[in-house]
């Protein structure tokens, strides 16, 4: 496929959280090009989906319960098999030196915004799936498997098994972090999001690199949480190690949350990788220019991958 490398990041920003050629937008390129990736088979898709699906069912009655007592969830470690997770984490540095990754922002206030420093983002979509085709799958069965089992037990959610967004987040370290905040209400941000779920693929992490996320309350602000007389009985505040494999799940209009600073002593090897898919309400019609539903990341997959 066509050269998508960048010889430097790009962090000129506009628009509502992104560059010109953010999310959706043209990639970078660069007069080098990277090796093409090992092809992946229609046994080993097949196989895959699989593992995730049923990854995704030993966890379910757990993410239920913990979503309907506290308003979160978070496995105790890996729920992913490391067959599946390391392959992924690759096609993440994949996309990294491909040039696909943005400079990250966030907001102050309703339209004052800021970079993330050391903190970039793209979307898992269809333009990138000769690149992750195991993420696109991974994106798709997980959703679907997750909307699926939360829908049934949260049927006032309306949860959409198609209508969600997600952002593939990489730190390169430097003290990174990620401010408190909601996963709904601000500009860049205009979809009916309801479950925020987040995933980690840090083969290598160990507590020196930071990068926790902290779960703080249920509350617009941190002055908002310290008023939750429920924190203590949801278990509140937490904070996470982003482990590689594991699972973390909250109301995204509820759970304040923010991500502890992250360092990368030993370079690319110690990249803090997440990726954060949002389950979204049936009648959310969100634009396409900002959010796909994930099952359009396979659009350029064979038929069998679907």
Known sequence: WPSRHTSRRRTACAGKGFSSGGFGGAPAKSAKSQKPPKP??????????????ESIEKIADELIGGLRDKGWWASD????PSKCRKPMRREVLRLWKEGWFEQSQSVLGD????????????????????????MAHFTVTAARSIARRVGEAFPEMQLSEKVIGNKLNISDG?????????????????????????FYFNDNWRPELGGEIELLGEGA????VALDSGREAAGLPVSLSPISGRMIAFWSDRILHRVKAAEAPHGEEDY???????????????????VESAATATETAPSWAL
């Open 40 to 53: 992946v088979t229609e046994a080993d898709l097949e196989l895959f989906n699989q593992q995730i699906h």
């Open 77 to 80: 470690g890996s729920m992913l």
């Open 111 to 134: 339209n004052i915004y800021y970079d993330k420093k050391h903190v970039f983002a793209t979307e898992v979509k269809a333009d990138k799936y000769q690149s992750c085709p195991r």
């Open 174 to 198: 430097k003290g990174a972090v990620f401010d408190p905040h909601l996963d709904v209400g601000v500009m860049e941000k205009p979809f009916n999001r309801k479950l925020s779920i987040l």
């Open 221 to 224: 602000s941190e002055e908002e």
């Open 272 to 290: 803090r990788v997440s990726y954060v898919i949002w389950l979204c309400n049936k009648e959310d019609q969100a634009p396409r220019t900002m």
